[in-house]
């Protein structure tokens, strides 16, 4: 599975953004697909997954309320909404698939990971 991030930007405080994480060769439907962020300096940390039937989804406490992961019909493409961006949401974000459930939030867990997008909020 090949997975590509795209959808990142400059955006002011309060903005929003959406994030795509298309894969190539297979469908996510038997995936935990996830979202991992960056920031310069500190260690990557887990964001969001959504289980490959969709019905399940994690976030981080910082998240809460205010990112929405999801995955199209097709579960070909997975998405990160992300509203009311602050500038400590400023990072370069990784989507990640997994084949097993389980440790959804680890990075090291995951099989396959896509190359990062920048999302930059300005104060």
């Known amino acids: 599975v090949q997975l590509q991030a795209s959808g990142g930007g400059l955006v002011q405080t309060g903005g929003s953004l959406r994030l795509s994480c298309a894969a190539s060769?297979?469908?996510?439907?038997?995936?935990?697909v996830g979202w991992f962020r960056q920031a310069p300096g500190k260690e990557r940390e887990f964001v969001a997954a959504?289980?490959?039937?969709?019905?399940?989804?994690y976030y981080a406490d910082f998240v809460k309320g205010r990112f929405t992961i999801s995955t199209d019909s097709a579960k070909s493409t997975m998405y990160l909404q992300m509203n009311s961006l602050k500038p400590e949401d400023t990072a370069v974000y990784y989507c990640?698939?997994?084949?097993?459930?389980?440790?959804?939030?680890?990075?090291?867990?995951?099989?396959?990971r896509g190359q990062g997008t920048q999302v930059t909020v300005s104060s």
């Open positions: 990640a698939a997994k084949v097993y459930p389980g440790n959804y939030y680890d990075w090291g867990r995951y099989d396959y």
């Open positions: 959504i289980s490959g039937s969709g019905s399940s989804t």
């Open positions: 060769g297979r469908t996510f439907r038997t995936y935990v």
